[in-house]
Structure formats: structure tokens, C-alpha cells
């Protein structure tokens, strides 16, 4: 089975844009929940999708959306981006059962300038 | 929610097993112990989980004492490939999402 996927790899943005990061789950997982890496706060929880509906967020500003589709796929926005939002944003996907294992993509690296 | 203490960085020589700590001591019932990996700057990586009793895959064991406030990962012959950092965690459940909580980590340097 082909792992998660995430594009793209590495983007470069300013102040001010915007930027869609996208995500495509195991094969068979309806879940997918998104974090954020920085050197300083370490891995947070950004939210969580499950069958298109968000099923739990993490303690971040109104900026940070999601949305997942039909097909599990899923896509994170971040809006009007501060110097701070240069992260590695990860994505994780697992079948939805409670007892289910999240598997990580490679992440997308975020640097705004 | 139950929190996890992990040593900031242990040293490993090559070849030796690697046991890495992990005290979870508010656990409760029906909270799993879920050991990941994160080498630089890549996606972490699922080694591990466990309930109750001690558990083995291709990559590791896991060790969980009787109370479950501790558990240990053991790496049986670590290479240089398994310098990364690895955490240790308690799975939080909210409604019927598996949410995870990331701590510090240990940052294990396997040297030759």
C-alpha cells in the first residue's frame, strides 16, 4: 500500500498570502488529522476529519482551516500567513476505529518570508 | 489527560539494544502507550503501541510495568539509522477522535 501522501514537499510564501496544503491518506483510511512542527512549540494538533466532517481542533486562530473530501483526501488552508506560521505541517491518516494507528506523511515545509 | 516524562537524550553505542524510558504515571484504563520515531525532518514514524501487556514487532519491544505507569522501548541491536527522536505517548481520546499529544521526546544518538 502507497503511504500518506502530501504536497507540495516545500513552499516559499510572504506575509500576507495564502496557502493550501494537501493531503492524500492511506488507501482505506477515512481519517486524516493535521499537526504543526516548529523548533519552539513542537508538534501541535491542528484537527482532525473524519467521512468530511471535522471532528476535533486544536488550539489555533481561525486562519488555520481544513476541509476533506469525498474520497478522504484533505486540504489545509492557512490564511493572511505570519512569519510564524514557517512550520513543517504534517499529515497523519488512519482507518477512523478507535483503536486504529496513524501513519505520517513526509510533511510539507512552509517558510514564509 | 495523561502526560508522559521522557529523558531529553540518551547515547547508544551500535550493535548494543537501546531501552528508552517513559513514565506515564496518570494513565488510565483504557489509555494506550503509542511509541513513534521522528528522524530529522521527516514525518514520524509508528514503531510501537501497547495496552496492558508487553508487545514485539520487527522493530522493537515494548515493556509495560503491572500499574502501566511506565513503559520502556527497547531497540534490540540499534544501528546509526536509528538516531532520531522518539515519543512516547498516551493516547487522548475525545469523542471518537485519536487525537495524539506530542512531548519533547528523547533524542537517542546511536555511535559507532
Known amino acids: 500500500k502507497a503511504g500518506v501522501t502530501q504536497t507540495p514537499r516545500y513552499l516559499i510564501k510572504t506575509r500576507g498570502q495564502q496557502v493550501t496544503l494537501s493531503c492524500s491518506p492511506i488507501?482505506?483510511?477515512?481519517?486524516v488529522s493535521w499537526y504543526q512542527q516548529t523548533p519552539g512549540q513542537g508538534l501541535q494538533f491542528l484537527f482532525e476529519y473524519f467521512s468530511e466532517t471535522q471532528r476535533n481542533k486544536g488550539n489555533f486562530p481561525g486562519r488555520f482551516s481544513g476541509r476533506q473530501f469525498s474520497n478522504s483526501r484533505s486540504e489545509m488552508n492557512v490564511s493572511t500567513l505570519e512569519l510564524g506560521d514557517s512550520a513543517l505541517y504534517l499529515c497523519a491518516s488512519r482507518g477512523g476505529d478507535r483503536t486504529d494507528t496513524q501513519y505520517f506523511g513526509p510533511g510539507t515545509r512552509l517558510t514564509v518570508l | 489527560d495523561a502526560k508522559t516524562t521522557q529523558p531529553p537524550s540518551m547515547d547508544c553505542a551500535e550493535g548494543r539494544a537501546a531501552n528508552l524510558p517513559c513514565n506515564h504515571s496518570?494513565?488510565?484504563?483504557?489509555?494506550?502507550v503509542y511509541w513513534y520515531r521522528q528522524i530529522h525532518s521527516q514525518g514520524p514514524q509508528y514503531i510501537i503501541h501497547g495496552l496492558k501487556n508487553n508487545e514485539t514487532n520487527e522493530m522493537a519491544s515494548l515493556i509495560i510495568t503491572e500499574d502501566r505507569k511506565s513503559s520502556t522501548l527497547i531497540l534490540p541491536h540499534a544501528t546509526l539509522r536509528d538516531t532520531a527522536v522518539y515519543y512516547c505517548?498516551?493516547?487522548?481520546?475525545?469523542?471518537?477522535?485519536?487525537?495524539?499529544?506530542f512531548g519533547q521526546g528523547t533524542t537517542l544518538q546511536v555511535k559507532p
Open positions: 496518570t494513565i488510565s484504563g483504557n489509555e494506550y
Open positions: 488507501s482505506g483510511h477515512r481519517s
Open positions: 505517548i498516551v493516547r487522548l481520546w475525545s469523542g471518537n477522535t485519536g487525537k495524539l499529544i
